[in-house]
């Protein structure tokens, strides 16, 4: 009998592969319609190797293929554990899980458990539902059911290292290491719950920084996510608008670069502005200057901006931090060209040469002739 399994699972292994790409396909689907954020989603066909094992050690339980539930998996990788019962709930909504073979195991709470949690669902895709993606029809295929596993990045980092160390179950562990396991399974938990309240805290955070930039911007501190919100906000957003228009082109308002605002962070921070209150009065204070600094400087260095077809948000910002480095002996333009990342946009040294000779035209001053007013450094 098992021979005979084994030669027909061989013999429709590509239709399995097909199942499995279907099946990923499907769930990757299902999960980004719902905005889920997920670190990965894969999957997998059982080895003809893995298969013949389990039939040897489960002998006489197999009839048919049929009754081999996990020869197609998929594995729903999530950031955090609570998302791991969202993803679980997705899954019960659209499909029909075989209950009598799934298995939560986040609700096996014995105190001495051995392991670590996860969701392994069987499911069948109703009609209508993998066939209008991709999925052939016919033969095995034909209602054909696949196992999805859920867990988080810890979960799976302990399944994984539990599976490479040879651990299946409690009584294959030997009982001096067995304490161990037990330790490694509370920390992980805790680390589990200790990231879910960061994402939280992170959550939270961007949802109030509207309301405390409005009403006491001397307490917001300057970081990535201040700085995504400040840029979209006057006086940076018309000051940029400003820029823009002396130099006759647009201001790429919707321009796509998830790290500018953390580099715009940084320029800040090095030149010793590290509130949004103090960043709102030194833009106010120097508009002038920034303007035509920037008006006399980014024709000089067009091969820094001209790809990008307009002036990018925060460029008011990055003229400031410009100004602030050339009137300051501490501090180095050259420092504030590396923070920008301007890399194969021309050489760095004339980059800087012409930011100071820049700056000479505009102020009448030699780079770091001046001082920073008090509380700026």
Same mark, same amino acid.
């Given at each position: 009998?098992?021979?005979?399994?084994?030669?027909a699972?061989?013999?429709?292994?590509? @239709?399995?592969?097909?199942l499995?790409?279907?099946?990923? $396909?499907?769930t990757?689907?299902?999960?980004?319609?719902?905005?889920?954020?997920?670190?990965? &989603?894969?999957g *997998?066909?059982?080895?003809a190797?893995?298969?013949?094992?389990?039939?040897?050690?489960?002998?006489?339980?197999?009839?048919?293929?049929?009754d081999?539930?996990?020869?197609?998996a998929?594995?729903? &990788?999530?950031?955090?554990?609570?998302?791991?019962?969202?993803?679980s709930?997705l899954?019960?909504?659209?499909?029909?899980?075989d209950?009598?073979?799934?298995?939560d195991?986040s609700?096996?709470?014995?105190?001495?458990?051995?392991?670590?949690?996860?969701?392994?669902?069987?499911v069948?895709?109703?009609?209508?539902?993998l #066939?209008?993606?991709?999925?052939? =029809?016919?033969? #095995?295929? $034909?209602? $054909?059911?696949?196992?999805? #596993?859920?867990r988080?990045?810890?979960?799976?980092?302990?399944?994984? &290292?539990?599976h490479?160390?040879?651990?299946?179950?409690?009584?294959?562990?030997?009982?001096?290491?067995?304490?161990?396991?037990?330790?490694?399974?509370?920390?992980?938990?805790?680390?589990?719950?200790?990231?879910m309240?960061?994402?939280r805290?992170? *959550?939270?955070?961007?949802?109030?920084?509207?309301? *405390? =930039?409005?009403?006491?911007?001397?307490?917001v501190?300057?970081d990535? #996510?201040?700085m995504?919100?400040?840029?979209?906000?006057?006086?940076?957003? @018309?000051?940029?608008?400003a820029?823009?228009?002396?130099?006759?082109?647009r201001l790429?308002?919707?321009?796509?670069?998830?790290?500018?605002?953390?580099?715009?962070?940084?320029l800040?921070?090095?030149?010793?502005?590290?509130?949004?209150?103090?960043l709102?009065?030194?833009?106010?204070?120097?508009e002038?200057?920034?303007?035509r600094?920037?008006?006399?400087?980014?024709?000089?260095?067009?091969? $820094?901006?001209?790809?990008?077809?307009?002036?990018?948000?925060?460029?008011?910002?990055?003229?400031?931090?410009?100004? +602030?480095?050339?009137s300051?002996?501490?501090?180095?333009?050259?420092? =504030?060209?590396?923070?920008?990342?301007?890399?194969?946009?021309?050489?760095?040294a004339?980059? =800087?040469?012409?930011? +100071?000779?820049?700056?000479?035209?505009?102020?009448?001053l030699?780079?770091?002739? +001046?001082?920073?007013?008090?509380?700026?450094?």
């Open positions: 009998m098992n021979d005979d399994l084994l030669r699972y061989r013999e429709a292994l590509p @239709d399995y592969e097909a499995r790409d279907a099946a990923v $396909a499907h990757t689907r299902l999960l980004t319609a719902a905005g889920l954020n997920i670190h990965h &989603i894969t *997998r066909v059982k080895r190797g893995s298969l013949e094992d389990k039939l040897r050690r489960k002998a006489g339980r197999y009839d048919s293929l049929d081999v539930t996990d020869l197609v998929v594995r729903v &990788i999530t950031y955090f554990e609570s998302d791991v019962g969202v993803v709930r899954i019960e909504k659209h499909h029909e899980v209950w009598n073979h799934s298995i195991k609700k096996m709470h014995d105190p001495d458990r051995f392991g670590y949690m996860g969701v392994h669902y069987v069948r895709v109703p009609e209508g539902g #066939q209008g993606e991709g999925l052939p =029809v016919g033969g #095995q295929l $034909a209602g $054909a059911r696949f196992e999805v #596993q859920i988080s990045i810890l979960q799976h980092a302990w399944a994984e &290292i539990e490479d160390l040879g651990y299946k179950n409690r009584d294959a562990v030997p009982r001096e290491v067995r304490r161990r396991f037990y330790r490694l399974a509370g920390l992980l938990e805790m680390a589990d719950e200790e990231f309240a960061l994402h805290m992170t *959550r939270d955070y961007a949802a109030t920084l509207p309301e *405390r =930039v409005a009403a006491a911007p001397d307490d501190f300057i990535a #996510q201040s995504t919100h400040l840029l979209t906000l006057p006086p940076v957003r @018309d000051l940029d608008t820029v823009a228009k002396e130099l006759g082109v790429l308002s919707h321009w796509s670069d998830p790290e500018r605002p953390q580099r715009l962070a940084s800040l921070h090095y030149v010793g502005v590290r509130s949004v209150g103090l709102h009065k030194e833009l106010k204070r120097n002038g200057d920034i303007k600094f920037a008006a006399a400087l980014m024709p000089r260095l067009r091969q $820094a901006w001209t790809p990008a077809g307009g002036a990018r948000p925060g460029t008011s910002v990055v003229h400031y931090a410009l100004l +602030r480095a050339c300051n002996a501490s501090l180095e333009p050259s420092e =504030v060209v590396t923070l920008l990342d301007l890399s194969g946009a021309g050489n760095e004339e980059m =800087v040469r012409a930011v +100071r000779e820049v700056y000479q035209e505009v102020t009448g030699t780079a770091a002739a +001046r001082t920073p007013p008090a509380g700026i450094l």
